[in-house]
Nanobody, 127 residues
């Protein structure tokens, strides 16, 4: 069975840091792109960052560029999201998702482009 398990969320003050982890299993990790999405109350799910494992291509939303870093450990089939200088507007449930890399035009920010999803982990940034 395919599984994606996101963890690492918590409560931090503005300016703080967290590291999220997405542990995956049940598919060939090196053939997939792993994306991080977030959804705040009353808002649509938005793409935060994505890492295409083949080719190591990355994407960051403008709102997190320079503050968040995505990385992977293929040996552990895990993708990490390092989040620094957190802001109250980063508060959301964060989800990881997996998409088979097929080539061609593909939007890493579109939830519809991902086949598998994990349960979310809550990040709260508040003083």
């Amino acid at each position: 069975d395919v599984q994606l398990q996101a963890s690492g969320g918590g409560s931090v003050q503005p300016g703080g840091s967290l590291r999220l982890a997405c542990v995956t299993s049940g598919f060939t990790f090196d053939d997939y792109a792993i994306g991080w999405f977030r959804q705040a109350p009353g808002k649509e799910r938005e793409g935060v960052s994505c890492l295409s494992i083949p080719g190591s291509l990355t994407y960051y939303a403008d709102s997190v560029q320079g503050r968040f870093t995505i990385s992977s450990d293929s040996g552990k089939s895990t993708v990490y999201l390092e989040m620094h200088r957190l802001r109250p507007e980063d508060t959301a449930v964060y989800y990881c998702a997996a998409a088979l890399v097929r080539g061609g035009v593909w939007d890493p920010t579109s939830p519809a482009g991902y086949e598998y999803w994990g349960e979310g982990t809550l990040v709260t940034v508040s003083s």
